[in-house]
């Protein structure tokens, strides 16, 4: 079964940071775009950044660009989000999505919740 | 990058067929092949419904139908069922120098 779980979620201070890590099993992890996407609370969804499949790019939402930074490792099947200098409005649930072709997002975790306080 | 417009809400009786709209401009939708629609159920991940405007996922029961014209893509569920109540997203590649996605602002569907 194709899975995908996040963690590292929580609770951080304004301009504090975070590390959200995401397992994939079931699929060969290392020959899909990996992306991770985020809903606030009562809003909808938003695309944060994505990283091809030997993590040789990477493309960041303006909105995070220069404070984030996704990666990820093949060898441990395992994604990554840091976060810094998070912002009280980037609370959210953080998605870790596979990607299975130009944004066609087949799978998702569970989410991990990311909260910001003033 | 601007989130894509959908209408807030839509609605339909057992049977019919309702249709959704995502309007962007001609940056995205307009430009785009890898226009994707998502279902969305209150504690479950995202559902995948439609991917490159039209091609549906397997699993995915032919009732639900994409297409798009100019700037705008649309959604259509025909024979609408219960289960189908839920909330769908689109979203659409935007292509450039630092290539992206963009999603829409979302549509609650609900079954009369």
């Known amino acids: 079964e194709v899975q995908l779980v996040e963690s590292g979620g929580g609770l951080v201070q304004s301009g504090g940071s975070l590390r959200l890590s995401c397992a994939a099993s079931g699929f060969t992890f290392s020959r899909n775009w990996m992306t991770w996407v985020r809903q606030a609370p009562g809003k909808g969804l938003e695309w944060v950044a994505n990283?091809?499949?030997?993590?040789?790019?990477?493309y960041y939402a303006d909105s995070v660009k220069g404070r984030f930074t996704i990666s990820r490792d093949n060898a441990k099947n395992s994604l990554y989000l840091q976060m810094n200098s998070l912002r009280v409005e980037e609370a959210a649930v953080y998605y870790c999505?596979?990607?299975?072709?130009?944004?066609?997002?087949?799978?998702w975790g569970q989410g991990t919740m990311v909260t910001v306080s003033s | 990058q601007s989130a894509l417009t959908q209408p807030p809400s839509a609605s339909g009786s057992p049977g019919q067929s309702v249709a959704i709209s995502c309007t962007g401009t001609s940056s995205d939708v307009g430009a785009s092949n890898y226009v994707t629609w998502y279902q969305l159920n209150p504690g479950k991940a995202p559902k995948l419904m439609i991917y490159e405007v039209n091609k549906r996922p397997s699993g995915v029961p032919d009732r639900f139908s994409g297409s798009k014209s100019g700037n705008t893509a649309s959604l259509t569920v025909s024979g609408l069922q219960a289960e189908d109540e839920a909330d769908y997203y689109c979203s659409s590649y935007v292509g450039g120098n630092t290539p992206s996605y963009v999603f829409g602002t979302g549509t609650k569907v609900t079954v009369l």
């Open positions: 999505v596979r990607d299975i072709g130009w944004g066609a997002f087949d799978t």
């Open positions: 990283i091809k499949e030997d993590g040789s790019e990477r």
